[in-house]
């Protein structure tokens, strides 16, 4: 069983749809939680940072950590073009001076308009 | 400003080639990571500079040497590589521990073609 667990898709769906993605991982000692998104041939963006559980929003982007359910979110509100990317969830253990991610496989979102 | 630098953008070598890319930040992080990343896969850490120190090396093969020359930069030396070492290569950095956000930022990355 892989350490985080990510649906690689592609996730395809029309623009101004809601979008939601997912990682679920096994580590409880995760406390650092993100999703980066990269295109293609390009370098991941930061979209979120979450530390702990709960929940954040970032203009159409919410993100949610159940660390009791091991389970995080990404949502994407009125989903655009723009947004078909890789989506990439990372999360890591308390930070020691730096920090090693375990990322998702990815999942690829492809919104039509 | 949250802005990870690298060069080249696009490099290709011969197996015998001795060549370098470069990362730079300029955001006072004092950790910063190689990573490799093949098409279609997540990023696959190489090695971990904290302090301009080497904190981690993943068993990367010798033919790839990291350099912290400062805690601004980060090189890494390629020499003697595979066509199998084709890939994008990527420089983060990120916060020291006690400054607020503890996440990486990523640079653009190099792609790295060895015929």
């Known amino acids: 069983q892989k350490e985080v667990e990510q649906d690689p898709g592609p996730l395809s769906v029309p623009e101004g749809a809601i979008v939601s993605l997912n990682c679920t991982y096994s580590n409880s000692a995760f406390q650092y939680f993100m999703w980066y998104r990269q295109y293609s041939r390009k370098g991941p963006e930061l979209l979120m940072y979450t530390y702990s559980s709960g929940n954040k929003e970032d203009g159409r982007f919410t993100a949610q950590v159940d660390k009791s359910s091991k389970y995080i979110s990404l949502f994407i509100r009125d989903s655009q073009p723009s947004d078909s990317a890789t989506y990439l969830c990372a999360m890591s253990e308390r930070d020691t001076g730096f920090q090693k991610l375990v990322f998702g496989t990815g999942t690829r979102l492809l919104v039509s308009p | 400003d949250t802005e990870v630098t690298q060069t080249p953008k696009h490099l290709v070598m011969g197996m015998t080639n001795k060549k370098s890319l470069k990362c730079e930040q300029h955001?006072?992080?004092?950790?910063m990571y190689w990573y490799k990343q093949k098409a279609k896969k997540p990023p696959e850490l190489m090695f971990v500079?904290?302090?301009?120190?080497?904190?981690i090396n993943e068993s990367v093969p010798s033919r790839f040497s990291p350099e912290c020359p400062n805690s601004s930069l980060l090189n890494l030396h390629l020499h003697a590589l595979q066509p199998e070492d084709s890939a994008l290569y990527l420089c983060a950095s990120s916060q020291e521990p006690g400054g607020g956000s503890r996440t990486q930022y990523f640079g653009p990355g190099t792609r790295l073609t060895v015929l």
């Open positions: 500079y904290s302090y301009e120190k080497l904190s």
């Open positions: 955001m006072g992080h004092r950790a």
